[in-house]
């Protein structure tokens, strides 16, 4: 199955520290886009990103940050975690242009 | 920037009926309307979605209405079954760009 793919699944983190997140995209999708999706809420846009660049950004702080590689994979970088910033985050691949997104089954971030 | 706003928030039937749930959205600029089934602990899946140059679509049990002028779309499944409970999303999007989700629905579905 060449669907999106997501690393770690699972995860905790102490207040303050770091996360990486990964995703790698469908196979011939071009972009992908994160979101976060706290207990019991919509996903919440976080970035989108496309030929390695930040194409689109939501209402999320500099805390949070991505990479896109030359093979289309795709990094979400928190730093300083609060908290609040558990939640389960979503990566969304898609082709350029074209409708349709595929999600990955996410990492569920947990800050103690 | 787009706002979508989703009704019920919890939406109970017994098995054989009906089910509807109606977003509304703000941004005429949006063209792309899916709507996803989350089951508990999983990624959304798309069930159906709707370009705005389309007023309805059908795919079995399952259609989706758009009313471009009034801003809305329905989510429309007949003959529900037990497993049609979940967590259903409406999100709206223009030509690629970010998704905007609605705050979703738990559809219960009692047998």
């Known amino acids: 199955d060449a669907g999106v793919t997501q690393s770690p699944t699972h995860l905790i983190k102490t207040r303050g520290q770091q996360v990486t997140l990964r995703c790698s995209p469908k196979s011939g999708h071009d972009t992908v886009s994160w979101y976060q999706q706290a207990l019991g809420q919509g996903p919440q846009f976080i970035f989108q990103y496309y030929e390695e660049e930040e194409r689109q950004r939501g209402n999320f702080p500099d805390r949070f940050s991505g990479h896109q590689f030359p093979n289309y994979s795709s990094e979400l970088n928190v730093n300083a975690l609060w908290l609040g910033d558990s939640a389960l985050y979503l990566c969304?691949?898609?082709?350029?242009?074209?409708?349709?997104?595929?999600f990955g089954s996410g990492t569920r971030l947990t800050v103690v | 920037g787009e706002n979508v706003e989703q009704h019920p928030s919890t939406l109970s039937v017994q098995e054989g009926d009906s089910a509807v749930i109606k977003c509304t959205y703000s941004d005429s600029a949006s063209n792309y309307f899916p709507w996803y089934k989350q089951e508990l602990g999983k990624r959304p899946q798309l069930i159906i979605d709707i370009r705005s140059n389309v007023g309805e679509k059908k795919d079995q049990r399952i259609a989706v209405t758009l009313n471009k002028t009034a801003k809305h779309f329905s989510l429309h499944i007949t003959e529900t079954q037990p497993e049609d409970s979940a967590v259903y999303f409406c999100a709206a999007s223009n030509a690629g760009n970010m998704l905007t989700f609605g705050g979703g629905t738990r559809l219960m579905v009692k047998p």
């Open positions: 969304a691949s898609s082709l350029a242009g074209h409708y349709g997104y595929t």
